[in-house]
């Protein structure tokens, strides 16, 4: 069975840095694809990180150059490394697994960004 728990949402302000980690159970990241998505207030979720089971990774424009997807097969999580938040960046984030062609997903986690 998939579980998918996301931790360390927060408020920061502009220009800060937040570590969001998403614990997997169910998943073998060398099989699975692992992805982050975010939803704001009257807006659909959009995709913000993925890493495959080959780990390659990618961005949409968005956050290219400032989020950062990462795993740790010990610790069977994923983290999103998120540098020079921007306001609009704000959201629940949330943590994506496609095991065997389905999807699961986490409970997600708020990060506010705002002075």
């Known amino acids: 069975q998939v579980q998918l728990v996301e931790s360390g949402g927060g408020l920061v302000q502009p220009g800060g840095s937040l570590t969001l980690s998403c614990a997997a159970s169910?998943?073998?990241?060398?099989?699975?694809?692992m992805h982050w998505y975010r939803q704001a207030p009257g807006n659909q979720r959009e995709y913000v990180a993925v890493i495959t089971s080959e780990g390659a990774v990618g961005y949409p424009d968005s956050v290219k150059g400032r989020f950062s997807i990462s795993t740790d097969n010990a610790r069977n999580t994923v983290y999103l490394q998120m540098n020079s938040l921007k306001p609009e960046d704000t959201a629940v984030y949330y943590c994506?697994?496609?095991?065997?062609?389905?999807?699961?997903w986490g409970q997600g986690t708020q990060v506010t960004v705002s002075s």
């Open positions: 169910g998943v073998i990241f060398s099989r699975d694809d």
């Open positions: 994506n697994a496609v095991v065997a062609g389905h999807s699961y």
